[in-house]
């Protein structure tokens, strides 16, 4: 299932006809080149995205701004931190058990955004079975 929304295509062709990697407009932006990936592909929803993707427009000079995405529960999140607790296990450690970087973890656990294999993946490892998306 892509995320992608139209702003995140533009944003995308953009930064591919100037020439610069989603590292580059990271830097550019003063973002982390996680948060600026996650935003773009339809995945960080923080109460800040907004500011960040008119960043983005800045540099990349498109227009726009992509819709917030679905966040984790706050049930799913407090879920995984007390299984951390439990387990003894640091976000460092988390990352490194799901094989993804600790920022993207970190910021699923925090639930600033919704990644799929990023969720599933701390499902699997921590054994949670608590929704990680509201039914609603």
């Known amino acids: 299932m892509s995320n992608l929304s139209q702003w995140g295509k533009e944003v995308k062709k953009a930064a591919i006809d100037k020439g610069l990697t989603i590292k580059q407009?990271?830097?550019l932006t003063g973002h982390s080149t996680t948060v600026v990936s996650s935003l773009i592909n339809g995945r960080y929803a923080k109460a800040n995205y907004k500011e960040i993707a008119e960043e983005i427009n800045d540099v990349l000079g498109?227009?726009?701004?992509?819709?917030r995405p679905a966040v984790p529960t706050e049930n799913w999140c407090k879920t995984v931190r007390k299984a951390l607790v439990d387990k003894s296990m640091r976000m460092n450690d988390l990352a490194t058990g799901v094989g993804f970087s600790r920022d993207r973890v970190s910021l699923v656990v925090n639930g600033h955004c919704y990644d799929e294999p990023v969720v599933d993946?701390?499902?699997?490892?921590?054994?949670?079975?608590?929704?990680?998306?509201s039914s609603i």
């Open 25 to 27: 407009v990271a830097q």
């Open 62 to 67: 498109t227009t726009g701004i992509p819709p």
């Open 121 to 133: 993946a701390i499902n699997k490892l921590l054994s949670i079975s608590e929704p990680a998306l």
